[in-house]
């Protein structure tokens, strides 16, 4: 007996896990806190107290198991009642009652996160369990060295649970067609609203049902009665769900709404704020206006070439007949991207629910590369170019490591990457604890910092920080170390248009000292420092 043989699955499992874990732990820790981790993980917290109407647009299924560890750390929570808004009530619960665990708070939710990422490997190894040895290492190994699982394990936003459920729902609903019955529907039901309460994305899913149901009836042709029957145990499970889960809601707040009514109200307010146009950049341009090339050119140049190879390539077979592709593996991947293309172009993340699906069908096709035999081209061994892809997508996640966030694939230089993409493509704050390690190395005394976006500065790590100036505008000044990230010069000025004077600077069009990460550029000016009585310009903006 070998690690190879069919008892020895479960090994290949576990290995994979400490793989994957093995990239993400230590990044939970190195990494400085982001851009939306506080608010998530404040309006988790404070579900527990039956808070489900702030910040209701984003459903609180991830947030509040993320935040569950916090209700066990002892923290202070007495933040003044007339503190409604959420970034308030965040700043405040972070900064002003916990300031010193705020990383300890972060990095809590960030285990919690982990735990839905190593379980998405372990649906994965569900779903291709009887197949061929090839096609479960190749998903496990696809999956423990995909950049963007590896960004999204690590941090504490409710991108990676939803995926999490979307594709746990998908499978659960495909295993109720297999063996029809009220139990199954009404499970797949229940699965589904909690899909549903993680991010109001999963939506999708009915009509993905409804595709599946269909095309089982075609080949089927169940009993319609039994059909009805289904249906209505499916739909009264996701009540459940959703009623369970903004059930505190009912029970804590004042007015004592029905649980449906409260996730009725975050869904029309999720609606309004899509409606807002949020600033966003593609390709040098940046506007509040989507792009309907978005997301697929993110998908293009944020996934490694030979997943995309593999991809395409198990696409394009199934296409034309030369292996089979079952309906619900390839049909709930592409309806889902179809339903993100008009959503707000904000970073890959977006795209999570449908990795899961890809991965299964480009470890297929590594199968299919495994056992065939080339007619035309005999010299080349199917074995080895399995070998060879497997290694060149390991391979590029590892050189790009440990920066997941700002990964792109082998076909996008480095000094490219910020004219393609920005924002949570590239930088959301996690790169603010390695620049302060770099001004503490360097000795940097004047520092002069611009900064968009993130959830900490230099600051909160003890290096003193300063905003830049009208004078620094117009020229750097001696004795100064000028900071900046990326995200500033980008889409900085559509939030504030008084920073366009920084983004256009001199700053914009000089060779910087140094860089750290993807996200950030300084200038190192020499010289003594002198006295600078010119206006501020509040260019730090971050939370």
Same mark, same amino acid.
């Given at each position: 007996?070998?690690?190879?043989?069919?008892?020895?699955?479960?090994?290949?499992?576990?290995?994979?896990?400490?793989?994957?874990?093995?990239?993400?732990?230590?990044?939970?820790?190195?990494?400085?806190?982001?851009?939306?981790?506080?608010?998530?993980?404040?309006?988790?917290?404070?579900?527990?107290?039956?808070?489900?109407?702030?910040?209701?647009?984003?459903?609180?299924?991830?947030?509040?198991?993320?935040?569950?560890?916090?209700?066990?750390?002892?923290?202070?929570?007495?933040?003044?009642?007339?503190?409604?808004?959420?970034?308030?009530?965040?700043?405040?619960?972070?900064?002003?009652?916990?300031?010193?665990?705020?990383?300890?708070?972060?990095?809590?939710?960030?285990?919690?996160?982990?735990?839905?990422?190593?379980?998405?490997?372990?649906?994965?190894?569900?779903?291709?369990?009887?197949?061929?040895?090839?096609?479960?290492?190749?998903?496990?190994?696809?999956?423990?060295?995909?950049?963007?699982?590896?960004?999204?394990?690590?941090?504490?936003?409710?991108?990676?649970?939803?995926?999490?459920?979307?594709?746990?729902?998908?499978?659960?609903?495909?295993?109720?067609?297999?063996?029809?019955?009220?139990?199954?529907?009404?499970?797949?039901?229940?699965?589904?609203?909690?899909?549903?309460?993680?991010?109001?994305?999963?939506?999708?899913?009915?009509?993905?049902?409804?595709?599946?149901?269909?095309?089982?009836?075609?080949?089927?042709?169940?009993?319609?009665?039994?059909?009805?029957?289904?249906? =209505? @145990? !499916?739909?009264? $499970?996701? *009540?459940?769900? &959703?009623?369970?889960?903004? %059930? #505190?809601?009912?029970?804590?707040?004042?007015?004592?709404l029905l649980p449906w009514s409260y996730f009725l109200a975050g869904l029309r307010h999720m609606t309004a704020y899509s409606g807002l146009h949020h600033p966003t950049y593609f390709c040098g341009l940046a506007s509040r206006d989507n792009h309907w090339l978005y997301f697929p050119a993110t998908f293009l140049l944020k996934d490694t070439l030979p997943f995309l190879?593999?991809?395409?390539?198990?696409?394009?077979?199934?296409?034309?007949?030369?292996?089979?592709?079952?309906?619900?593996?390839?049909?709930?991947?592409?309806?889902?991207?179809?339903?993100?293309?008009?959503?707000?172009?904000?970073?890959?993340?977006?795209?999570?629910?449908?990795?899961?699906?890809?991965?299964?069908? =480009? @470890? !297929?096709?590594? $199968?299919? *590369?495994?056992? &065939?035999?080339?007619?035309? %081209? #005999?010299?080349?061994?199917?074995?080895?170019?399995?070998?060879?892809?497997?290694?060149?997508?390991?391979?590029?996640?590892?050189?790009?490591?440990?920066?997941?966030?700002?990964?792109?694939?082998?076909?996008?230089?480095?000094?490219?990457?910020?004219?393609?993409?920005?924002?949570?493509?590239?930088?959301?704050?996690?790169?603010?604890?390695?620049?302060?390690?770099?001004?503490?190395?360097?000795?940097?005394?004047?520092?002069?910092?611009?900064?968009?976006?993130?959830?900490?500065?230099?600051?909160?790590?003890?290096?003193?920080?300063?905003?830049?100036?009208?004078?620094?505008?117009?020229?750097?000044?001696?004795?100064?170390?000028?900071?900046?990230?990326?995200?500033?010069?980008?889409?900085?000025?559509?939030?504030?248009?008084? *920073?366009?004077? &920084?983004?256009?600077?001199?700053?914009?069009?000089?060779?910087?000292?140094?860089?750290?990460?993807?996200?950030?550029?300084?200038?190192?000016?020499?010289?003594?420092?002198?006295?600078?009585?010119?206006?501020?310009?509040?260019?730090?903006?971050?939370?």
């Open positions: 007996m070998t690690l190879f043989s069919p008892k020895f699955l479960w090994f290949w499992f576990l290995f994979f896990s400490l793989v994957l874990a093995a990239q993400v732990v230590p990044r939970i820790y190195e990494e400085s806190p982001t851009s939306d981790e506080p608010v998530e993980l404040t309006n988790g917290y404070f579900y527990w107290q039956g808070d489900v109407v702030t910040h209701n647009h984003h459903p609180p299924l991830p947030k509040m198991l993320q935040a569950l560890p916090l209700r066990f750390m002892g923290l202070n929570n007495a933040v003044p009642p007339q503190i409604t808004d959420i970034q308030s009530k965040a700043y405040y619960f972070f900064f002003i009652l916990n300031k010193d665990r705020v990383e300890a708070m972060v990095q809590a939710g960030r285990w919690v996160t982990l735990a839905f990422g190593l379980g998405i490997g372990l649906l994965l190894f569900y779903a291709v369990r009887g197949k061929s040895f090839i096609v479960v290492f190749s998903s496990l190994f696809l999956w423990a060295f995909h950049p963007t699982f590896l960004a999204y394990s690590g941090i504490a936003l409710a991108d990676l649970p939803a995926a999490f459920f979307f594709f746990l729902v998908v499978l659960a609903f495909e295993a109720h067609l297999k063996e029809p019955g009220p139990r199954g529907a009404f499970i797949a039901g229940l699965l589904g609203g909690m899909a549903i309460c993680s991010k109001f994305s999963a939506l999708a899913l009915v009509p993905i049902f409804a595709a599946l149901e269909a095309w089982n009836f075609y080949r089927a042709r169940p009993a319609r009665q039994k059909l009805i029957r289904d249906w =209505a @145990a !499916g739909i009264i $499970g996701s *009540l459940l769900a &959703i009623g369970v889960l903004y %059930l #505190p809601g009912t029970l804590l707040l004042p007015e004592h190879v593999l991809l395409f390539l198990g696409l394009a077979l199934a296409i034309l007949r030369r292996r089979p592709l079952p309906f619900w593996l390839w049909f709930s991947p592409l309806f889902f991207f179809a339903c993100i293309l008009p959503v707000q172009n904000l970073g890959i993340r977006y795209l999570l629910p449908a990795f899961p699906f890809f991965i299964l069908i =480009a @470890a !297929g096709t590594l $199968g299919w *590369l495994w056992e &065939i035999r080339w007619e035309r %081209l #005999p010299n080349i061994n199917g074995k080895w170019v399995v070998v060879g892809l497997l290694a060149w997508h390991a391979g590029t996640t590892l050189w790009n490591a440990p920066d997941m966030i700002g990964y792109f694939n082998d076909g996008v230089p480095a000094a490219r990457k910020a004219y393609y993409l920005a924002d949570n493509d590239l930088d959301i704050g996690q790169d603010v604890k390695r620049l302060a390690e770099v001004a503490k190395q360097r000795g940097w005394k004047h520092i002069k910092l611009a900064q968009f976006g993130g959830a900490v500065n230099l600051s909160f790590y003890g290096v003193p920080v300063e905003p830049w100036s009208e004078k620094d505008t117009e020229a750097p000044q001696p004795g100064t170390v000028y900071v900046a990230n990326v995200t500033f010069f980008q889409i900085g000025p559509l939030f504030f248009p008084d *920073l366009i004077r &920084i983004a256009r600077c001199w700053a914009a069009r000089t060779p910087p000292t140094g860089q750290v990460g993807d996200a950030w550029i300084y200038f190192e000016e020499p010289g003594e420092t002198k006295p600078d009585r010119s206006p501020r310009i509040q260019s730090i903006r971050s939370f």
